[in-house]
């Protein structure tokens, strides 16, 4: 498995509670793509969500949140960590 970042643009705004709701609406289906999301964050004013997670590909994190109904604009393999 490898892990993978994940920025949604245009979040301007988002609330607390939109942000929880998003986050679970991921981890409910995350695990039909054998998805693992480990961490998410958000910055409401610049409008940007990042996500991290541990996937098979790519393609599996994004149709994660395509069917939570908030696709990624961005999706960026992190082969390497500290």
């Known amino acids: 498995m490898t ?8 979040m301007v705004g988002i609330t607390d509670q939109q942000f929880h709701q998003a986050h679970a609406a991921d981890l409910a289906i995350q695990g039909d793509e054998g ?7 958000a ?3 610049a409008g940007i969500v990042y996500c991290l997670s541990e996937a098979p590909d790519a393609d599996a994190v994004q149709r994660v949140h395509q069917r939570a109904g908030h ?3 961005e ?4 082969p ?3």
């Open 43 to 45: 910055d409401p004013e």
């Open 75 to 78: 999706i960026h393999r992190v």
């Open 35 to 41: 998805v693992t999301f480990e961490h998410a964050w």
């Open 3 to 10: 892990k993978f970042m994940d920025v949604h643009h245009g």
């Open 80 to 82: 390497l960590s500290l």
């Open 71 to 73: 696709p990624a604009d």
